[in-house]
């Protein structure tokens, strides 16, 4: 079985995570990958540790653990776009590639010659990405933009955390990932078009506008109602009970998504009066309420440990279930199951290989491929440019005492 995106190549000049993001969802989906790095330093990320790979000696190697969830399936080429030697190889390799995916400042492609509408006409079937933290145009075009700033100014700090406690972001950089992965539906979207139509364009992708979006129902509880959201810690604005509630050895989560399951739950929980209390009725009722009804649950949740309510409550279809630390979730028989974890071939660590995060996608007829581990620096310099653009050793051995690769 072919990959979805096999044939199809992909001019990597992202770094840090969003574009990184979306290069590596392409690069699953079997689109090959040429990941450009400046010569000497490579992607940022490399260095964005500890922790390392450890190599045999058991010393660090220059593969951070940041770097390597985001860069399989890919080919790295240094290659300084800021010389103009640099720049036409550049754009000798966008001629044999059909998607360009780059993440710098507005403005910094064309001091490289490569914006979009200075390559656009001499390439009119490549579809170009541009992510940024602000987008191409507005105020706040030509501002630096990073995670941790789209999550405050884009709200959703602002509905996260305890009330008693400052604004809290979310604990992973989940505007840059949710940023590449908007920039991958755009990308397959603008390869249909192409297509059909034997035209590329122009993607312009905002780390703001991102976050703008998965502010989702709570966005929209304000623009239905006029009425600001507020942080209510694990609590939901709109359905009760939906929390963290405490047990005899911990915590669990309780997600009670309508009536009958409230209902199901009071009767286990040897409450089922609390079920016709006008107070706790209703969902509408139980979110009017819910300070005084989260005090009555967690007085009896905590007379059991966990393994009584979650085994208890999922043979009644309750929703429910613990709350993972990291290493309990990569034990987990159902992620592993998922093959959410997976092991690639990796020469420079100690133990010859890396644990890497698995795809989330299942397709049925063209499985992702994990195809090539994260690449160190450069390594496939030689490789892509012989391949591509038929370079002999000495042309090879000329640029790089140029420091152009």
């Known amino acids: 079985m072919s990959a979805p995106l096999q044939g199809i190549r992909v001019f990597d000049l992202s770094r840090i995570l969003a574009g990184p993001t979306a290069t590596q969802i392409l690069g699953d989906l079997g689109a090959d990958v040429i990941k450009i790095e400046r010569p000497g330093q490579g992607d940022d990320t490399r260095k964005w540790g500890p922790p ?43 001629a044999k590639s059909d998607i360009f995916v780059e993440n710098f400042k507005v403005g910094d492609m064309a001091k490289y010659n490569l914006a979009y509408e200075q390559i ?48 809290v972001k979310i604990g992973v950089a989940a505007t840059d990932i949710i940023t590449g992965i908007y920039a991958t539906t755009g990308i397959l979207a603008a390869l249909h078009h192409r297509t059909a139509s034997g035209r590329g364009q122009y993607i312009d992708m905002s780390l703001l506008d991102s976050q703008v979006s998965y502010l989702a129902n709570i966005g929209l509880h304000y623009l239905t109602s006029g009425e600001v959201p507020k942080r209510l810690g694990n609590e939901h604005p709109n359905i009760v009970p939906y929390s963290v509630v405490k047990c005899a050895d911990g915590f669990f989560i309780l997600a009670v998504g309508n009536d009958s399951q409230f209902e199901k739950f ?18 509408p009722a139980r979110v009017q309420n819910r300070v005084v009804l989260y005090e009555m649950i967690n007085k009896v949740t905590v007379q059991h440990p966990q393994k009584h309510w979650i085994e208890g409550l999922e043979a009644l279809s309750v929703p429910c279930g613990p709350v993972n630390n ?14 959410m974890k997976i092991s690639m071939p990796y020469p420079a660590a100690a133990s010859g290989h890396v644990d890497l995060i698995g795809s989330p996608l299942k397709l049925s007829e063209t499985p992702v491929d994990y195809r090539l581990a994260p690449p160190t620096c450069g390594q496939d310099t030689d490789t892509v440019l012989r391949e591509m653009l038929y370079l002999s050793d000495d042309d090879l051995r000329s640029l790089r005492e140029k420091n152009v690769i």
Not at 83 to 93: F, H, M, S, T, V
Not at 142 to 163: C, E, K, N, W
């Open 266 to 283: 009071c009767s286990f929980a040897g409450m089922p009066d609390w079920a016709k209390d006008p107070r706790f009725a209703t969902n």
């Open 52 to 94: 390392f790979v450890k190599d045999a000696e058991g010393k660090n190697t220059t593969e951070s653990g940041y770097y390597l969830s985001v860069n399989r399936n890919k080919r790295s080429v240094t290659l300084d776009i800021a010389q103009p030697e640099g720049q036409e190889i550049a754009k000798r390799l966008i």
């Open 326 to 339: 990291v290493d309990q979730v990569f034990a987990d028989p159902q992620v592993l199951h998922r093959n």
């Open 120 to 167: 656009k006409y001499d390439f009119p079937r490549l579809i170009y990405c541009s992510i940024t933290g602000f987008g191409q145009t507005g105020p706040y075009a030509h501002r630096a933009g990073y995670d941790f700033l789209a999550q405050g100014m884009g709200g959703i700090m602002s509905v996260t955390g305890d009330p008693s406690t400052p604004p």
